[in-house]
Structures are given as structure tokens and as C-alpha cells.
């Protein structure tokens, strides 16, 4: 089979992701993470059609642009909704990313019992792949 390679990932929080402007990594072709001051412009860039495309982006600003480690829902429609671009039911974009095949985001852990309780997921590999995918494409 095709085996992805291994190397190459940039964990969030790392010396490499904090170093922002002055650490471009120059061994990728792709568009720069840095490239993007303020969600808007990663948006347009992107420029999502489906919901579960806008909360693939929004999860990218969040994870790859920000640093974060993970992210919530109610972060990501946040986000969206700044932009006026709120998603009605933003469980359904996200669970839709987790159950495509492959995942393009990862449910992490739920908090709580019941279907409406609070998620944190992740971006997977694939998922970023998608999102570069978007920018490079527009």
C-alpha cells in the first residue's frame, strides 16, 4: 500500500510552531500556516461552500494558525459567527468530519452523557491536507 510520510509534523505548542514569523519552514511548497493574520483572510482564501467545509476551516485557524492543542464546537461557530457565518447545528458539521472516511477530524473526548454534551476535537493529517488543498485551490 502507499505510506504516508512520517516525518514532517509539526506538533502544536512545540519550539518549531512557537517560533511564528521568525521560523518559516521553507522544506514545504504548500501555503504557509503564518500566511494568515486574522480568520477572515484564511476564509476567503479557502472559501468554504459546505457547512462541514467551514468547520473544517474554522478548526484549521483555530489548531494550525493559533497553536492550539484542540478545539470545541462552540469555538468554532464562534469563530464563523464573527464572520457572519454561523452554522446552525455545528455537532452535525463536525460529527459529518469525523465520520468521513478518511477522518478529517478526530472527536477527542465528550463531556458529559447526553447527545448535546460538549466535544473536543482535532484536526487529523488528512483534514489539513483538505484545508491546504482549499487555499491552494481558490
Not at 511564528?20 to 479557502?46: I, P
Amino acid at each position: 500500500g502507499i505510506s504516508a510520510p512520517a516525518a514532517k509534523v509539526v506538533k502544536p505548542g512545540s519550539p518549531a510552531e512557537l517560533e511564528g514569523e521568525g521560523a518559516a519552514d521553507t522544506s514545504e511548497n504548500e501555503v504557509s500556516d503564518e500566511g494568515f493574520s486574522e480568520f477572515a483572510e484564511l476564509y476567503s482564501a479557502a472559501d468554504p461552500h459546505s457547512n462541514a467545509d467551514k468547520a473544517l476551516v474554522a478548526g484549521y485557524w483555530i489548531q494550525v494558525c493559533q497553536g492550539a492543542e484542540n478545539f470545541g464546537g462552540h469555538a468554532v461557530n464562534s469563530e464563523l459567527n464573527h464572520l457572519g457565518h454561523k452554522i446552525a447545528n455545528i455537532t452535525n458539521a463536525l460529527s459529518a468530519l469525523n465520520e468521513a472516511k478518511p477522518n478529517l477530524v478526530l472527536q477527542l473526548r465528550k463531556s458529559g452523557k447526553t447527545q448535546q454534551a460538549r466535544k473536543t476535537y482535532k484536526l487529523s493529517t488528512e483534514g489539513i491536507k483538505r484545508v491546504k488543498g482549499m487555499i491552494s485551490a481558490a
